[in-house]
């Protein structure tokens, strides 16, 4: 085999806070056909395997591969993702991958070489399919698409689609190849962190409403809940890097998940001293379902401060004089009726301190009255 030179020059748009990742790479054509293989992650350090063989970790380089189609895995902690790729003899495959918390929230791009003598063929799919392409910022089309015609030289291709990151891949067409390209979009959690839900309750807590018309998202909320701590620490360039913008989320079903999207019980939540909840609802429910409004509401009853309050008791009267401090002989400065449960805010020997729904502070006698 005569020496060729290869040139794929490949710009990744998964990025953290819009910085992009880039990554040049060249291969020199060898005599005896072996493959190359680039496998780069933008977001931490992947384990790479190829048909069940670990090889190494992200950045990888290999150029004595055998030529084929072949298993890739690329794993992270408890996550991972296989696809199946295309080795080219005597060319280069690049990965450029983003392992998410699961499939719909990880992005990356495939490309590979095919020898064609039809100079200028391009060949883009994508996941999920019907994704806009724009070549050099024209479209050209919707995924799964085959386009002939491209200039030898450099070029742009932008994928798109409603709900998901936007992808751009720069590569340069070779003669005598055919450019092959895979793209795997990232679903996007939420628009902006959602507008605040007034809920009325004085519970230490403030709900944002997180709401889609993506079925993708609320048909496993408890993958949405982490793709939404995923997204804001790692992609998100308005969310802090340091912590999840949530401490727990409600769905339109009314199950409460942590950041980890890990079901969890109400008085689990009602330890937390004040909480940030994203609600996962649907569009179409138009605000809080009523098994989600259910759900707050038992959580606002925990998160109420425990407040202690006392009943006046019968005193032959119908009511209870409010006197200015601990004694009978300070003025009154006011009456509770028998039945009335004022705030308890001390005790002061045979009078309770108490504070009237007005406001007012004062004393009142102990004998006419009972803690509840």
């Known amino acids: 085999m005569t020496f060729r030179r290869v040139f794929i020059i490949i710009l990744a748009s998964f990025a953290v806070s819009l910085v992009s990742y ?7 054509f ?6 190359a293989l680039s496998v780069n992650s933008a977001i931490g350090s992947l384990n790479v395997a190829l048909n069940g063989e670990i090889l190494g970790k992200t950045s990888y380089f290999s150029d004595s591969l055998k030529p084929g189609d072949a298993d890739l895995t690329l794993s992270q902690a408890d996550n991972s993702y296989k696809a199946r790729i295309t080795l080219t003899g ?3 495959t690049v990965v450029n991958y983003s392992l998410g918390p699961s499939e719909a929230f990880s992005e990356g791009e495939f490309i590979w070489l095919t020898p064609s003598s039809d100079t200028g063929s391009l060949l883009v799919i994508s996941s999920p399919d019907g994704v806009d392409v724009q070549l050099d910022n024209t479209r050209i089309g919707q995924t799964p698409l085959s386009y ?3 200039a030898v030289g450099n070029h742009t291709l932008t994928l798109s689609k409603d709900g998901y990151r936007s992808h751009t891949v720069k590569f340069h067409v070779q003669p005598s190849y055919k450019l092959n390209i895979k793209v795997n979009l990232f679903i996007l959690p939420y628009v902006s962190g959602g507008g605040k839900i007034s809920f009325p309750s004085e519970a230490r807590f403030n709900i944002y409403d997180l709401s889609t018309d993506n079925p993708a998202l609320y048909a496993d909320t408890s993958a949405w809940a982490k793709g939404v701590v995923f997204y804001a620490a790692s992609m998100d360039k308005d969310s802090s890097p340091s912590a999840s913008p949530y ?4 769905d ?8 980890a999207g890990t079901k969890v019980s109400l008085p689990t939540v009602s330890d937390q001293n004040s ?3 994203g609600y996962l609802g649907r569009v179409s429910d138009q605000g809080l379902t009523a098994a989600a409004s259910q759900a707050l509401s038992s959580l606002a009853q925990k998160l109420l401060p425990q407040v202690a309050k006392v009943q006046v008791l019968p005193t032959g009267l119908g009511y209870l004089k409010v006197r200015q401090g601990p004694s009978i002989t300070t003025a009154e400065i006011g009456r509770v009726n028998v039945g009335d449960t004022p705030t308890l805010l001390s005790e002061d020997g045979s009078f309770y301190k108490i504070q009237l729904p007005d406001g007012t502070v004062g004393y009142i006698s102990s004998t006419y009255a009972k803690k509840l």
């Open 275 to 277: 909480v940030k909840i």
């Open 90 to 92: 005597g060319a280069l």
């Open 30 to 35: 060898r005599p005896g056909g072996k493959a």
């Open 22 to 28: 880039f990554l040049f790479s060249r291969f020199l």
């Open 252 to 259: 339109d079903q009314g199950f409460t998940f942590d950041k």
């Open 148 to 150: 002939k015609g491209v």
């Open 247 to 250: 401490d727990f989320f409600i």
